[in-house]
T-cell receptor, first 112, second 113 residues
Framework: GESVGLHLPTLSVQEGDNSIINCAYS??????FIWYKQESGKGPQFIID?????DKRQGQRVTVLLNKTVKHLSLQIAATQPGDSAVYFC???????????FGSGTRLQVQP | DSGVTQTPKHLITATGQRVTLRCSPR?????VYWYQQSLDQGLQFLIQ???????AKGNILERFSAQQFPDLHSELNLSSLELGDSALYFC????????????FGPGTRLTVL
C-alpha cells in the first residue's frame, strides 16, 4: 500500500495500554475540532469531535480534551488494541468556515 | 465503510493530460468537499460544494475545477497535469455543510508520469 507521511512522529505503545496523541492548533478563531484515523490504503475515518464550548468529550474508548488557553487538543485511547494502529490526524475549523485544516498526523503503532 | 464512494481507485496518466475524478456522497448528504493528500503537504482542502453551488474554496489550482450535479454527485477535473499533482484525492460529504461531521471516501490515487 501507499505510505502517508513517511516522516510522521510515531507513538509506540503496548497492547492494553492507554495512548495519548497530542495536537497543537494555531488558529485561535477555530471553534470546531475533530480527530480522524487513517489506516493504510483508506480514507480518514471519523473518531470524535468537540466544539469550543466544551473542554472534554468522551466516546467509546476515546476521549478528546481541548485546552483553548494553550491551543492544544489531545486524543486519549483506552486499552489500545492492534486495530488502533494507524495515522491519527487532528483537524480544526474556524468559525464561519466549513473546510477543515488538518494537522500533520501522528502514527500510532501498537505492539502485541 | 463511510458510504462515500469514489472512482476510480487508481489513475495513472502522463504530464499534460486531463483527468476526472468522481465522488458520490452519502445518501442524504448535500455537501461535498475535495481534499488532496500528498507526502509533503499533508491533507489540504481544495473546494466545497453545497447542493450544487460552490460554497468554499481552498488551495485549489486554477488548472483544477469541480462541480456538483443535480443528483449531488461531484466531479473534480484536473488538467495540464504535472508530476507534482501525483497524490491521493479524497472526497468527503456532510449533511448540511456547516459544522457537521465530514465523512471521507476511500480516495483516488493519481500518479502522473
Amino acid at each position: 500500500g501507499e505510505s502517508v507521511g513517511l516522516h510522521l512522529p510515531t507513538l509506540s505503545v503496548q497492547e492494553g495500554d492507554n495512548s495519548i496523541i497530542n495536537c497543537a492548533y494555531s488558529n485561535s478563531a477555530s471553534d470546531y475540532f475533530i480527530w480522524y484515523k487513517q489506516e493504510s490504503g483508506k480514507g480518514p475515518q471519523f473518531i470524535i469531535d468537540i466544539r469550543s464550548n466544551m473542554d472534554k468529550r468522551q466516546g467509546q474508548r476515546v476521549t478528546v480534551l481541548l485546552n483553548k488557553t494553550v491551543k492544544h487538543l489531545s486524543l486519549q485511547i483506552a486499552a489500545t488494541q492492534p486495530g488502533d494502529s494507524a495515522v491519527y490526524f487532528c483537524a480544526e475549523s474556524p468559525a464561519g468556515r466549513r473546510a477543515l485544516t488538518f494537522g500533520s498526523g501522528t502514527r500510532l503503532q501498537v505492539q502485541p | 465503510d463511510s458510504g462515500v464512494t469514489q472512482t476510480p481507485k487508481h489513475l495513472i496518466t502522463a504530464t499534460g493530460q486531463r483527468v476526472t475524478l468522481r465522488c458520490s456522497p452519502r445518501s442524504g448528504d448535500l455537501s461535498v468537499y475535495w481534499y488532496q493528500q500528498s507526502l509533503d503537504q499533508g491533507l489540504q482542502f481544495l473546494i466545497q460544494y453545497y447542493n450544487g453551488e460552490e460554497r468554499a474554496k481552498g488551495n485549489i489550482l486554477e488548472r483544477f475545477s469541480a462541480q456538483q450535479f443535480p443528483d449531488l454527485h461531484s466531479e473534480l477535473n484536473l488538467s495540464s497535469l504535472e508530476l507534482g499533482d501525483s497524490a491521493l484525492y479524497f472526497c468527503a460529504s456532510s449533511t448540511r455543510g456547516g459544522l457537521d461531521t465530514q465523512y471521507f471516501g476511500p480516495g483516488t490515487r493519481l500518479t502522473v508520469l
